[in-house]
């Protein structure tokens, strides 16, 4: 079974009767796409909203971006879909209510229908992202260095994403890289709102029908998809920080 699991032999499915490998790569395209497009907006908004807060620190900006990220946290991604289908699909038909086109299809169709999927996959992880972000740069520029820096006038721009920002944004590397199994694990409820066919979709149905071989298929790829996110993580380090070097 293990050597067959390294040749990419995943088993039959008992249900369905096909090859689990092939059920997994027939639904892993609309998981990606969603997943990526997600992870991408939760680290270029969260981020920066991060790093903005730490620099107005106890300002208007800090406060709303604060509040906003703690709610975006506490809010369920199930209802947050429910209510983003009513305002943006029902009431304003701005996009899609449900389903997925393949950008090799249609890309500006495929954009409209994973749009919202992705903001909602990704609402959690941004807000995560932005606490983080935002704790490591105030920490950071309350070192000596910062305040040497500071003492000879070079401007605070300079400061910040020069002196800073490389050495705050290990820690955000580090929770980015084990977010992406989160994204994967998220997509389950997702594309149930959503009602997509992807690999999420494929996992609920396979532990509602109890087929155990498609369960174990698509955890299998959810544990490698962990171990290569650390294995990324640990690679950036070299180049995020000098200081840090493999031997």
Not at 127 to 154: F, P
Not at 199 to 208: M, P, T
């Amino acid at each position: 079974m293990a050597w067959g699991v390294v040749q990419g032999d995943l088993g039959r499915s008992i249900i369905y009767r096909e090859d689990v490998a092939d059920m997994i790569i027939n639904r892993l395209p609309p998981t990606l796409h969603i997943g990526i497009f997600a992870f991408i907006i939760s680290v270029i908004v969260g981020v920066p909203m991060g790093i903005m807060a730490a620099v107005k620190r106890g300002g208007w900006i800090d406060g709303f971006i604060t509040t906003t990220a703690n709610f975006a946290m506490a809010i369920p991604n199930f209802w947050l879909g429910i209510l983003g289908i009513y305002l943006f699909s029902l009431t304003l038909g701005w996009l899609p209510v449900q389903g997925y086109v393949s950008p090799t299809e249609d890309f500006w169709a495929s954009t409209k229908y994973v749009l919202m999927p992705s903001l909602v996959l990704g609402l959690s992880s941004m807000a995560i992202l932005a606490r983080q972000a935002r704790s490591s740069m105030l920490e950071i520029i309350r070192q000596d260095y910062i305040r040497t820096a500071r003492s000879k006038g070079i401007k605070q721009k300079i400061i910040i994403f020069k002196h800073a920002l490389r050495n705050a944004i290990i820690p955000v590397v580090t929770l980015a890289g084990l977010m992406l199994p989160n994204i994967v694990g998220g997509s389950v409820i997702i594309e149930q709102v959503f009602n997509i066919n992807g690999l999420g979709r494929l996992l609920l149905q396979a532990v509602f029908n109890q087929d155990i071989v498609v369960v174990q298929g698509c955890l299998i790829l959810i544990t490698v998809t962990v171990a290569l996110a650390n294995l990324l993580v640990d690679i950036s380090y070299n180049y995020i920080d000098p200081r840090i070097r493999y031997k």
